[in-house]
């Protein structure tokens, strides 16, 4: 990388370049701009509504627009800014809800007056009263990295916010003290020029923020889901979907995900979701306690929210903006966890706009670039070497959930998204409306991580963790071979040792992988507590067929007092797993004792 300076700064507008208003179309808007360049910002129309050039022949220019639209007519002014659309990341990004291009919707909804947003507000994302009390960790006459920490400030009770160095030189004095955003920390000089350093800094967010090195996936993000963490495990910094029909739990699984997976920092988008449903996350996350630590949720989390009845071209911009501040944040170091909620919106948005923009159609009406957009958002995540000169390492890893229309995979946003995604986790309306959650069916889901994350449950689990798993998941596909038997002669007639294999896949799927959201000790298990389990159950497995082989009935078997016990071991608190070593020896003790009798 040549360019020593790569992050930009400031609110100077870059040489304006005005134009007229020729056409519109809905969103879409047409204007004569001179001298107008590619993804730059302009003001459109006398209510200097928000927009973003995304086409230039000769000298027209085609504007998506991120407001509405209604009353604008032709022959008023557009003005460019000369700048990309950018976010502004510093302290103060945390326990904030913008909306798809970073307008905080608090300060939104107090200029407007009222909980309906009015057209033309212009809003900085970041306050520029507060105070933030600034520790500087570099001396004067240091001399710096891209991407150094110049200093530290405790943005919450729970993240302490690293003050990044946007440029490469030689510190020129940066000073412990209390500092708006606006306020100069110092200054770094670089190639004879002298550079102010701020708090806060700009990036477009249709480019990737760089790094230096990039790993592969062999860590896995805990999410405390016994039916994730065992047999479809997320990697840090990998990339997963979650698609299903109406009503199967999609937003309640990412929810739970944002809730107990062990990220630092929590990335929410909302994008084109019903306003019911976004007004829930809005008025629950804020009010949501961290299990690990107590605190508000809020602390760690940033939400960013663009319904369905908001306009539709920032439905597309609000994925872009959840990725960078996700980026900026891994790259202080600390792992994030992105939940796209739902691309499938984001998709349609991006075919109304190429419909006004009169694209050629792909497939389902959807633009031909479908694919490679999904896959340049997928690609942001991963597990990286941050940039500077200390070893710092952080995680972006994206969750982003599907809206089939009808619950059809075969559509092309599902099927675009399952080439770039390596974890897929099916989820079933069947099981859904018989109240199984996570409705996450065992045997449509699948997770491309799960070998290369062997050695680390092996080593931070336990070495028989990933037999355990295999031998489970052979049952649960050995379970649904019978059933096709059972629907036609009955479980009766089946033999005893493939009856008890029913009996035991059962308390696999309703004992272990079933978990209740609102209880508070099984909401989520920690890995030493999915392990427990399922060796109690396996446990019971191989002593049950070891007693059928000695010629115990199998209804002696289901008649043992630990076979219930089983079903609770789900309420074990995490400060009483003794107990389930306890009861494997309590099943020991009565299969010795029904084999003698």
């Not at 440029?167 to 000073?175: A, H, L, T």
């Not at 340049?376 to 972006?396: K, Q, T």
Request: charged share 25%; aromatic share 8%.
């Amino acid at each position: 990388m040549n360019k020593k300076i790569i992050f930009s700064h400031g609110d100077k507008m870059a040489k304006e370049a005005k134009g007229y208003i020729e056409r519109i179309s809905g969103p879409v808007v047409q204007a004569s701009i001179d001298g107008a360049k590619l993804y730059d910002i302009v003001q459109v129309g006398n209510d200097k509504l928000i927009g973003e050039i995304i086409k230039i022949k000769g000298n027209f220019s085609t504007v998506q627009v991120y407001e509405d639209t209604s009353g604008v007519k032709p022959g008023e002014p557009v003005v460019s800014t000369g700048k990309p659309l950018s976010v502004e990341l510093g302290p103060g990004i945390l326990k904030n809800i913008y909306d798809g291009i970073q307008r905080p919707l608090k300060f939104i909804e107090e200029k407007s007056g009222g909980a309906f947003i009015k057209r033309g507000i212009l809003a900085y994302p970041l306050d520029r009263q507060k105070k933030w009390e600034f520790k500087s960790t570099v001396k004067k006459g240091t001399k710096v990295k891209i991407g150094d920490i110049l200093g530290t400030v405790q943005e919450t009770d729970l993240i302490e916010h690293k003050i990044l160095s946007p440029y490469e030189g030689k510190v020129e004095g940066i000073e412990s003290g209390t500092y708006t955003a606006d306020d100069e920390l110092g200054e770094i000089s670089s190639e004879g020029k002298k550079h102010s350093v701020y708090l806060y800094q700009r990036w477009p967010v249709r480019r990737s923020r760089p790094v230096t090195e990039k790993f592969a996936p062999e860590i896995p993000l805990i999410t405390g889901q016994r039916v994730i963490d065992t047999f479809f495990p997320i990697a840090k910094g990998g990339t997963s979907c979650i698609p299903g029909p109406f009503g199967s739990g999609k937003t309640v699984t990412q929810q739970s995900l944002a809730k107990h997976s062990d990220a630092r920092i929590i990335v929410y988008v909302g994008c084109g979701e019903r306003g019911n449903e976004m007004t829930e996350v809005l008025s629950e996350f804020p009010h949501l306690k961290d299990p690990k630590t107590g605190k508000p949720l809020m602390e760690r989390t940033v939400l960013i929210a663009n319904t369905s009845n908001m306009p539709v071209a920032a439905r597309e911009a609000s994925i872009y903006t959840g990725v960078t501040i996700a980026e900026y944040y891994r790259d202080m170091g600390y792992d994030v966890a992105l939940m796209a909620d739902s691309t499938s919106r984001w998709a349609e948005a991006m075919r109304e706009i190429g419909g006004r923009l009169e694209e050629m159609p792909g497939e389902e009406g959807y633009p031909a670039y479908l694919a490679r957009k999904l896959a340049e958002f997928y690609e942001r995540a991963g597990r990286v070497r941050c940039l500077g000169s200390d070893e710092r390492y952080g995680s972006v890893t994206i969750v982003g959930a599907v809206s089939p229309p009808g619950g059809d995979l075969s559509e092309p946003v599902s099927q675009n998204t399952l080439r770039v995604t390596k974890v897929f986790l099916a989820l079933d309306a069947s099981l859904a409306y018989r109240r199984h959650f996570p409705s996450i069916h065992w045997l449509k889901s699948y997770s491309l991580y799960t070998e290369g994350l062997e050695g680390w449950y092996e080593a931070n689990v336990s070495s028989d963790f990933p037999t355990l798993r295999k031998h489970a998941m052979q049952l649960l596909q050995k379970e649904a071979e019978l059933q096709e038997i059972v629907q036609l002669v009955g479980s009766d007639a089946l033999p005893e040792k493939e009856q008890a294999i029913l009996m035991v896949t059962k308390m696999i799927r309703e004992d272990y992988l079933q978990q209740n959201a609102y209880s508070d000790i099984d909401a989520r298990s920690s890995l030493k507590k999915q392990y427990l389990m399922l060796k109690t159950i396996m446990h019971f497995y191989q002593r049950a067929i070891g007693s059928i082989d000695l010629g115990v009935q199998l209804k002696k078997i289901s008649d043992v007092t630990s076979k219930n016990k089983i079903g609770r071991m789900k309420e074990t608190p995490e400060d009483s797993l003794d107990n389930l070593n306890k009861l494997m020896a309590e099943i020991d003790a009565e299969f010795d004792l029904i084999a003698k009798r």
